[in-house]
């Protein structure tokens, strides 16, 4: 239980400043994106999740999961659950179909949220972000390719991001 309360809490804005952010804050609205360095600003001190899309299957007795590499600034290369953020308004499974589509070129249906984590600070560049594990299954057929692989949780390549790999290895192992 909390028990701090909300005056003890120092505030590093002045009363203008604070009046100012919440003016700006609420022009933001329907379909706009946040500019990328008001992001970067805003992810660190606001936690904003993203959907993980966990798409597994039975090969050999074991279980392999879908990993891309991943693009982005951090850990570029690195193989991760391919995922991204919730957009102003999403529900879970349009987060999820969208980046589905995004980063797979295909749709997925929901089957289950699995987890949730909370990065550490030192865990991910942009500060306090949350990872929704769902479990997903394509909607309709794929094709593996060089950038989209099912692998072996037992068998993970060494640049797996660190976070990913201890999700697979405490739920796929």
Not at 8 to 28: A, F, G, P
Not at 115 to 136: F, I, M, N, Q
Not at 140 to 148: A, C, D, M, Q, V
């Amino acid at each position: 239980m909390c028990t701090t309360r909300r005056s003890e809490i120092t505030m590093s804005l002045t009363e203008r400043e604070s009046k100012e952010l919440t003016r700006l804050l609420k022009k933001i609205g329907g379909d706009t994106w946040l500019p990328e360095n008001v992001f970067y600003a805003l992810h660190g001190v606001v936690s904003m999740w993203a959907a993980e899309l966990v798409i597994v299957r039975k090969r050999g007795g074991q279980k392999e999961i879908l990993l891309a590499p991943y693009e982005g600034i951090f850990r570029k290369s690195y193989w991760h659950i391919p995922g991204g953020y919730n957009l102003r308004d999403e529900t879970i499974q349009q987060s999820c179909s969208r980046i589905a589509r995004r980063e797979l070129g295909f749709d997925v249906r929901i089957v289950k949220i699995l987890d949730a984590y909370k990065w550490a600070a030192t865990e991910h560049p942009y500060g306090r972000a949350l990872s929704l594990y769902v479990l997903c299954e394509p909607v309709g057929k794929f094709k593996e390719t060089s950038r989209l692989k099912f692998i072996s949780a037992q068998n993970l390549p060494a640049k797996t991001m660190p976070v990913h790999r201890k999700f697979i290895t405490r739920h796929l192992l």
